[in-house]
């Protein structure tokens, strides 16, 4: 591949240093923290309903969330269930089961599952035997792409898999597997409760090869405590050897007051800010240099996959799993907290176990809030949305799906967009709003310009800090 076909990154400390603060990640617009709690199961069904007129069968997403896990690891904000008795996920599974029975009902003949995503938790918290149970039942309720069309991808932790596992994954109908290694440092894996051996981590991923998974992708996290650049480098060293297709490479976000876990990390123990963004320099300088193409955000992929082909022909789309290359489906979610986005709107369901029962034990979809998007939505959306993806914005693109004047209607947004344009982050012409190489890296805070619910009052009160630091 000739360098020119892919922008580099470019890496500026000061302007990073300059514009660091806590922002959102844009899995969504508007935000999750923006769903309301009058947004319930009737809506959803209402939306549902708006999909079946429409009666042109689309590619459909799906999601499941498996909230267990057995131990636990002090860095995690997920929404997690920590225990050892298994017999917790039998019950999960029934009613989990019996969302699926209700949603394949309202689905039906509306569209092909296309992508297929398990998420927690450890998805693997579940037996051979309950996954392969399940896998049934959602074949059963759901019409599914063949194996060759569909993305069908499952998160694990080496940890709690063997080769066999990873082969009987593969027989079940997944053909993408991410694995969770954070870091391969001993000291680092140490003080945050996740002893990982770098041989584990590889015998999973050949068994992988081995079973014909086409896609691998492993999720690394910068900023934790006892990381330094000699520990990061080695760390580095053992991913580009172990040569994944896919590497996220997250930001620690340190919310103690958030996520209770997280007390257990010393913060004397965390690099400085500075050294955090040297971690995230190194590891960018040194990716890349491994032929890795920088997608954006936190996530680099080999020139030939799915998301830098995407991103090349401008069909780049962004969801709650990050980056995808089929996020215009239509997204059903089953599980606890799982977020759904259907039609114009976004439904998350019950955050916990006992309520998400109790709706179902009633008979209703376990949707707690959601929102639906009116047309400033929809269109800051996909201004969004085009910006994280293809770091790039064609306003003309804009008024021919939007009765609008660009430059009139984004006036207070353009005037605001002339800061970055001074630091060298982008440009903007009568026709572009281009990001450059530089500006990159701070996508969000561009982004961020566009979002006109930033500062406003939420509907249900001030909230402590949610948002992770944009670098």
Avoid at 40 to 53: D, H, I, K, N, P
Avoid at 338 to 356: M, P, R
Avoid at 443 to 469: E, H, T, W
Wanted: proline content about 6%.
């Amino acid at each position: 591949m000739n360098a020119h076909t892919f922008p580099a990154v470019e890496f500026d400390a000061a302007i990073i240093g300059k514009l660091s603060q806590s922002g959102p990640r844009y899995t969504s617009y508007p935000t999750a923290d923006r769903f309301r709690p009058d947004f319930g199961y009737g809506q959803f069904l209402e939306a549902v309903a708006g999909l079946r007129m429409r009666r042109n069968r689309r590619p459909l997403s799906l999601y499941i969330h498996i909230p267990f896990c057995d131990t636990i690891c002090y860095y995690c904000g997920c929404n997690k269930i920590v225990t050892k008795d298994h017999g917790k996920a039998a019950t999960y599974l029934g009613y989990l089961k019996q969302e699926i029975d209700m949603q394949g009902r309202l689905f039906a003949g509306t569209g092909t599952i296309e992508q297929l995503h398990f998420g927690g938790g450890t998805p693997t918290y579940l037996s051979d035997r309950q996954m392969g149970d399940l896998m049934e039942h959602l074949h059963a309720n759901f019409d599914f792409a063949p194996d060759q069309q569909g993305e069908y991808s499952i998160e694990i932790d080496p940890r709690t898999v063997s080769a066999e596992r990873v082969h009987s994954l593969r027989a079940q109908g997944f053909n993408r597997i991410s694995l969770g290694v954070q870091d391969f440092d001993p000291e680092v894996q140490k003080a945050v409760n996740r002893i990982q051996p770098e041989a584990e981590t590889r015998a999973v991923m050949d068994a992988a090869r081995d079973a014909g998974f086409r896609s691998i992708s492993i999720d690394l996290i910068y900023g934790l405590p006892k990381q330094s650049l000699a520990s990061m480098e080695q760390t580095l060293d053992k991913v580009i050897a172990a040569d994944p297709d896919r590497i996220a490479l997250y930001n620690y976000a340190h919310l103690p007051h958030l996520f209770k876990p997280q007390r257990r990390i010393a913060e004397a123990d965390l690099p400085t800010p500075e050294v955090k963004l040297e971690l995230l320099a190194l590891s960018i300088r040194r990716l890349c240099a491994a032929g890795y193409v920088y997608i954006g955000m936190d996530h680099f992929a080999k020139p030939d996959d799915e998301l830098a082909v995407a991103q090349r022909q401008g069909l780049l789309q962004r969801n709650f799993q990050g980056y995808s290359t089929r996020a215009e489906a239509d997204l059903i979610s089953c599980g606890v907290s799982a977020i759904s986005a259907v039609g114009a709107t976004y439904s998350q369901n019950e955050k916990t176990l006992d309520a998400y029962y109790e709706k179902l034990d009633e008979g209703r979809l376990p949707v707690a809030r959601g929102i639906k998007l009116d047309t400033d939505d929809l269109l800051r959306r996909i201004v969004i949305q085009k910006l994280m993806c293809n770091f790039e914005l064609s306003m003309s693109s804009i008024e021919q799906a939007y009765p609008i004047r660009f430059p009139l209607y984004f006036a207070a947004e353009l005037e605001k967009l002339k800061a970055f344009e001074e630091d060298g982050l982008l440009v903007v012409d009568p026709e572009w709003i281009t990001v450059t190489p530089r500006g990159r890296l701070l996508i969000r805070n561009i982004c961020m310009v566009f979002d006109r619910y930033l500062g406003l009052p939420r509907a249900d009160g001030p909230q402590p800090l949610r948002y992770s630091k944009t670098i």
